[in-house]
């Protein structure tokens, strides 16, 4: 199947760590992505890795890649208001760039 | 400046009609797609052009017909709209050789 599945919702308080989980199906996928969606807009990538890394990590965020699990994560650190938007996570193969997004997780930051 | 654009931005019509929406790019990609995302947030491929040419087509019904004039504008054109047709489009650009897509802001349509 096609499925990427994450958690609908996450909420955190300002200054916590937020963790976004996301698994996927297709273990041939050469790219998995992290795209933010704010309010009316459209999404915009935050951060990618490749398939045979493990591990990522690009100032305030860090993405770990459990190949085995086909397990996805986005950790957000010092996490703030301006974070609260929706996160796609979305894997795509280098061939047809045929993306498969994730489900979204909405995630809160409280004051 | 706007990179990727859209038009309209929002749209409500009547079951039956038949509307377009359209999307410009000036950032010189070659791959242009268009996106359904469901009151969910559920985003879908549905249609992808490279060059002009379509490469990706999903299962989307033929009353969806996308039309690419140039490499640097992708339009979508519905047929017959039904209420499960609401949702916001998005439209979206991809560089040749790179994974990274950029979108625009969508177009909103609401079927009555």
């Known amino acids: 199947g096609e499925d990427v599945e994450q958690s609908l919702f996450l909420s955190v308080r300002e200054g916590d760590s937020s963790v976004i989980n996301c698994t996927y199906t297709d273990s041939s996928s050469t790219y998995l992505y992290w795209y933010k969606q704010e309010p009316g807009a459209g999404l915009q990538l935050l951060t990618y890795?490749?398939?045979?890394?493990d591990m990522k990590q690009d100032q305030r965020l860090t993405v770990l890649l459990n190949k085995k699990d086909k397990h996805l994560s986005l950790r957000i650190a010092d996490t703030q208001t301006g974070d609260s938007a929706i996160y796609f996570c979305a894997e795509t193969d280098s061939g047809t760039y045929k993306y498969i997004f994730g489900t979204g997780t909405r995630l809160k930051v409280l004051a | 400046d706007t990179a990727v654009s859209q038009t309209p931005k929002y749209l409500v019509t009547q079951m039956g009609n038949d509307k377009s929406i359209k999307c410009e790019q000036n950032l010189g990609h070659d791959t242009m797609y268009w996106y359904k995302q469901d009151s969910k947030k559920f985003l879908k491929i549905m249609f992808s052009y490279n060059n002009k040419e379509l490469i990706i087509n999903e299962t989307v019904p033929n009353r969806f017909s996308p039309k690419s004039p140039d490499k640097a504008h992708l339009n979508l054109h519905i047929n017959s709209l039904e209420l499960g047709d609401s949702a916001v489009y998005f439209c979206?650009?991809?560089?040749?050789?790179?994974?990274?897509?950029?979108f625009g802001e969508g177009s909103r349509l609401t079927v009555l």
């Open positions: 979206a650009s991809r560089p040749s050789g790179s994974g990274e897509l950029f």
């Open positions: 890795i490749f398939s045979n890394m």
